[in-house]
């Protein structure tokens, strides 16, 4: 087919390219091919019986509900139910009319770009971070600045220059076992975030998609939480939260809670893009939270994750040896590695990957991650979706691949 002189598109996709991620989907179907590439939790350990449960309680209790256009702010049973969830992490005094529904935290993140991102605005996020926060807030034309992390988050003294050089319109963390990098802030280091964002009075936002999957022990309290113990910086924060990775990626559910002026202009924007979020899909989330089952299928969750999470760490190690450094997660999702071309093996991920393929193992290299300054030495594993064997075995394909 033809280009059309008559579609012109805007300007602004200029800024943003293909996922990476997505494109190397395409290289996946090689028969016996293991995967580490994906950011999917495991299907199978979403609690069916559950939501099945779940499903028929909405339809039978509150069909016109379930069934019906709602309001763009969110079903508000489920409204409910997500500030006792919150409340049960240390969030207090949330109230239900405090948070909006979003469809998953990535239209959190939409929505954050088109309230607060005008052409030019700078930006910053750690590095690396999420992809999809680059390519988002690029789209509404962000100017993004990284600032640095080590194995306890971001850097908070490197993170308080950037701020005042760049006077950004927000910062973009992702506290809790981050994607790609699996790091978690700690609990100084927190504070101190907090500190600055009423200090310079800059909005901090915080993405919290996998804080309910530790390994061991809890992790620090999200900054939302830790709030109440920083006068003033409530008022600088924006929570984005998200049941993909604990409930069900499929029901499509995060939230969003923001001070009041912020909180209006993303309702109305979120009115212009669907109106509201599934009301099935969060007539189904109310009935499974209020149903008490989430803490049981956290604790399965966490221990699948776990043992996943120290077999693949175990097998780095034992295969890989010296060729990579990285440091163990804690929770999450990934395993964040660095190649260190030891012995003159291969030190740029993209190489590998492709030897990678080859050897019938599939994994993200690092630069993509980066807004600026990537590290091609860099890559990103998952053990989500592969039980133990298939881990083993990925990594000693991993290491016919150096």
Known sequence: MSDST?????ERLNNVETSAIRELFKLLGKPGIISFAGGFPDVALVDVDGIRQATLAALEQEPAGAMQYGATEGYLPL???LATFMAGKGVQALTPEQLVVTTGSQQALDLLGKTLVSPGDKVIVEGPTFLATIQCFRLYGAQLVSAPIDGDGVQVDRLE???VEHKPKFV???PTFGN???????LERRRRVLELAVQHQTLIVEDDPYGDLYFDAAPPPSLLALSEQVPGS???LVYCGSLSKTLSAGLR???MIAPDPLMSKAVMCKQFSDANSSTFAQATAAQYLKAGRMDANLARARAVYAERARTMCDALRQELGDAVEFV???GGLFVWARLTGARGQVQDSQLFAQRAIEQGVAFVPGAPFYCEQADRASFRLSFATSDVDKIREGVQRLARAL
Do not use: E, K, N
Not at 180 to 186: E, F, I, K, V
């Open 6 to 10: 008559a579609v012109r598109l805007a």
């Open 79 to 81: 409204r409910q139910q």
């Open 161 to 163: 220059q950037l701020i």
């Open 172 to 174: 973009y963390l992702i």
């Open 180 to 186: 790609p990098s699996g790091a978690t802030l700690s």
């Open 234 to 236: 409530r008022d600088c």
């Open 253 to 255: 559910l995060g939230w």
């Open 328 to 330: 163990a997660p804690q």
